[in-house]
């Protein structure tokens, strides 16, 4: 990664006219600014942010916080109230469906004109013409016009063109979806080889597990600043801490999934979670701190064509902070074999060190690399905790006490 920049936001801010109705404009246009007739909305306060050249930088925040417009500014899509915007090199884009596509045209047209717009030459689309089209998976469709496309459709070909034009900076919003199974994994594939290659990528999602896992970095926004800046891991702790549980309800049906072998290429899925703690199986289970086992199974399927999935196991509180976690992937355990049995994968805790307090339990299905996520089961488990003793905090470190001879 290189210390030269390609991003600087400067003092930048964008603030929005709300009218309460439509002849408040007219009023504003006669009055000539005497008398004020909107609100401003501030989108984003002083930004200021510097990224460099093959950064991989997240955006988090809550619906509203400012994350779209920020990315268009530094798309050029918007223009700043007042700071300064600076970006040095091509961006490629993925902001919104469709984005910049002229419904009247052909796809063809769509890709001759999207990738000109982006800086290249006819014989620079010409020559990767081919292969922007076979990424897509759309040939048969090519020559009519957009307006008749699928979403999906739509969705394929915005990334195949923005993807393939050797960007030097990419840009993903949260709103993009690139499709479910085959295409999903070519897309998150060449994504990383886009991070591999060294080139600076700004990706905003609502995902904070995938924040942590792709992104150098990480900036959460709140109500148009920026709260927070620093490690991916850090912010996405804090991130974490700030958000109210959403899945607290704990139903039987959770563990009671179908399991089915018709699986779509390219995709993966969990098909069935179950616990118990020291034989005892439930989804909102009671724990002796430092003396009961917990036992989980994890059942999943997936396309063959792939490579074997990572199974990742996490602990939070109700609040969603994260206490603890593992994977097959960072413990350096190869599926394939237990994949040959019966798609089925055991864990055992013993002498579980949580202390006493309420925790729930998510499994993640992932790619090899344990960064793609094909499939979650998200506070699938409940574990109600008791302890004897008046140890404070959330886990019981190892430890042994040692007496010292003067």
């Not at 990419?170 to 999903?184: C, H, K, P, Q, W």
């Not at 702790?237 to 009671?256: F, G, V």
């Not at 999943?300 to 064509?305: C, E, V």
Request: net charge negative.
């Amino acid at each position: 990664m290189s210390c030269r920049p390609v991003i600087h936001l400067k003092n930048l801010n964008k603030c929005y006219q709300l009218y309460a109705q439509p002849v408040d404009r007219l009023k504003q246009f006669i009055w000539r600014g005497k008398r004020k007739f909107y609100k401003d909305f501030w989108a984003l306060r002083d930004i200021n942010l510097e990224i460099n050249m093959g950064e991989v930088i997240g955006i988090v925040g809550r619906n509203g916080a400012g994350k779209s417009t920020l990315l268009q500014l530094v798309c050029g899509t918007l223009t700043p109230s007042s700071g300064e915007v600076t970006v040095d090199g091509r961006i490629a884009a993925l902001l919104e469906l469709g984005a910049g596509f002229n419904p009247e045209f052909t796809g063809r047209e769509n890709v001759y004109m999207s990738a000109t717009i982006l800086g290249l030459s006819d014989e620079e689309i010409a020559s990767r013409f081919d292969e922007i089209i076979n990424f897509s998976g759309i040939r048969d469709f090519i020559d009519q016009p957009v307006k008749t496309y699928s979403s999906g459709m739509y969705v394929r070909l915005a990334f195949s063109v923005a993807i393939n034009v050797s960007p030097d900076i990419l840009i993903i919003d949260e709103a993009l979806s690139v499709g479910d199974g085959e295409f999903s994994r070519k897309s998150f594939d060449q994504i990383m080889t886009l991070k591999n290659a060294g080139k600076t990528i700004l990706f905003c999602s609502h995902s904070v597990y995938q924040i942590e896992a792709l992104c150098d970095r990480a900036i959460w926004l709140e109500k148009g600043q920026i709260r927070m800046m620093g490690l991916a891991s850090e912010v996405g702790t804090q991130y974490s801490r700030s958000l109210l549980p959403e899945n607290d309800k704990i139903t039987e049906d959770a563990l009671d999934q179908v399991v089915t072998n018709n699986i779509p290429q390219g995709t993966a899925n969990i098909t069935a979670v179950s616990a118990s703690v020291d034989g005892v199986v439930g989804t909102c289970l009671e724990v002796k701190s430092q003396k009961s086992t917990i036992k989980l199974s994890i059942q999943f399927n997936f396309d063959a064509q792939l490579p074997t999935p990572s199974i990742v196991i996490t602990f939070q509180t109700p609040g969603g902070l994260g206490i603890s976690s593992m994977s097959t992937y960072h413990d350096n355990i190869d599926l394939t074999s237990w994949i040959q049995k019966d798609n089925r994968v055991d864990v055992e805790f013993t002498e579980i060190p949580l202390l006493k307090g309420d925790y729930f339990i998510s499994i993640y299905l992932g790619c090899e690399q344990a960064i793609h996520c094909y499939d979650n089961a998200v506070n699938i488990i409940k574990l109600q905790v008791t302890q004897e003793g008046t140890e404070q905090g959330f886990v019981m470190l190892p430890h042994q006490w040692k007496p010292v001879s003067l």
